[in-house]
């Protein structure tokens, strides 16, 4: 069964400074995605960026980059020029390309982002 | 409409009563998912539906729990004889089974307490 893991529950960042959240899977599969989502205080879950196991370049969105490496199992999230709007609980989640999958995620505990002023 | 909406936003109810959760998915997307998310803790999937059918519910957690999707759009989460541990934030998703990786898109989420 595949895993998700978000070891750091909370993170902090100065505005308009670096940030980078981490999240590692276990998968015997060899092709899948990979996503991050951010979820606010409204509940909604909003999608950040989404990786392609097969491919080897890293996604980009705007400030928001992964850095992706698949011998490691690592999917980690580097969020630059951090905004106050940026503040909010962040996850990671997997999901299987296999054709007969029912392509349900399988996401992380969440790390919950916090930016000072 | 223009996003994956879900009613009612609150539920409060009594142990041992019947509630229902209605998801509303995006207009078109085929695919429909139900997660529940217990406090401190990521989404769990709990059913998919391609269609009118659910093809997989492999994460409903007891025979309490029920999915319906008459007519291969709105859906509705049944959950009889509520218990307290049943109380969580229940998100729906969905999304455009095609040649792209299906992205899923969440709806704001019911938040279910059971007194």
């Known amino acids: 069964a595949q895993t998700v893991t978000q070891s750091q529950p909370e993170m902090s960042v100065q505005e308009a400074e670096t940030v980078t959240l981490s999240c590692t899977y276990d998968?015997?599969?060899?092709?899948?995605?990979l996503f991050w989502y951010k979820q606010p205080p409204s509940r909604q879950m909003i999608l950040v960026i989404r990786?392609?196991?097969?491919?080897?370049q890293n996604a980009t969105e705007n400030r928001f980059s992964v850095n992706f490496q698949k011998a490691a199992k690592s999917f980690s999230l580097k969020i630059s020029d951090s905004q106050l709007g940026d503040a909010a609980m962040y996850f990671c989640?997997?999901?299987?390309?296999?054709?007969?999958?029912?392509?349900?995620?399988?996401f992380g505990t969440g790390t919950r982002l916090k930016v000072l002023a | 409409g223009a996003g994956v909406s879900q009613t009612p936003s609150n539920k409060v109810t009594e142990k041992g009563k019947y509630v229902e959760l209605r998801c509303d998915p995006i207009?078109?997307?085929?695919?429909l998912y139900w997660y529940r998310q217990s406090l401190g803790q990521g989404p769990e999937f709990l059913i998919y539906?391609?269609?009118?059918?659910?093809?997989?519910d492999s994460g409903l957690p007891n025979d309490r729990f029920f999915a319906v999707r008459p007519e291969g759009s709105v859906s509705t989460l049944k959950i009889q004889r509520t218990e307290r541990g049943d109380s969580a934030v229940y998100l729906c998703?969905?999304?455009?089974?095609?040649?792209?990786?299906?992205?899923?898109?969440f709806g704001p989420g019911t938040r279910l307490t059971v007194l």
């Open positions: 207009s078109g997307h085929t695919a």
């Open positions: 998968t015997s599969e060899s092709d899948y995605y």
């Open positions: 998703a969905s999304s455009s089974r095609g040649s792209k990786p299906d992205t899923q898109y």
């Open positions: 539906f391609q269609g009118t059918g659910a093809a997989d």
């Open positions: 989640a997997y999901r299987s390309a296999l054709p007969s999958g029912t392509y349900k995620y399988i």
């Open positions: 990786q392609e196991a097969y491919k080897q």
